[in-house]
């Protein structure tokens, strides 16, 4: 599945207990970025590929962008900066 986001938002990948996610999910709530969140835990295959993306590691959040590149536990500053915004 693919999961790259439409241009000007994100795909985060988390947790229901990820403290990290959920500030970074207020602070796009604030600043307006639009983000699709996919729970790790719940949807099949998607665990597999944050290890993919961490060196093995299943650390979230893990952002992908547009142009199909990844952030680990970003600041706010990077996501705009990669956004364009």
């Keep these: 599945m693919d999961y790259t986001p439409a241009a000007g938002t994100v795909t985060m990948f988390s947790t229901t207990w990820c403290g990290y996610c959920r500030r970074l999910k207020t602070q796009f ?6 983000y699709t969140e996919i729970n790790i835990e719940e949807v099949p295959g ?3 590929l944050v290890e993919k993306l961490n ?7 893990t952002l992908l ?3 199909g590149s990844s952030a680990t536990n970003p600041p706010l500053s990077l996501v705009k900066e990669r956004l364009g915004v």
């Design 65 to 67: 962008f547009p142009d």
């Design 55 to 61: 060196d093995g590691n299943q650390t979230v959040p």
């Design 46 to 48: 998607t665990a597999e």
């Design 29 to 34: 709530d604030a600043q307006g970025i639009g």
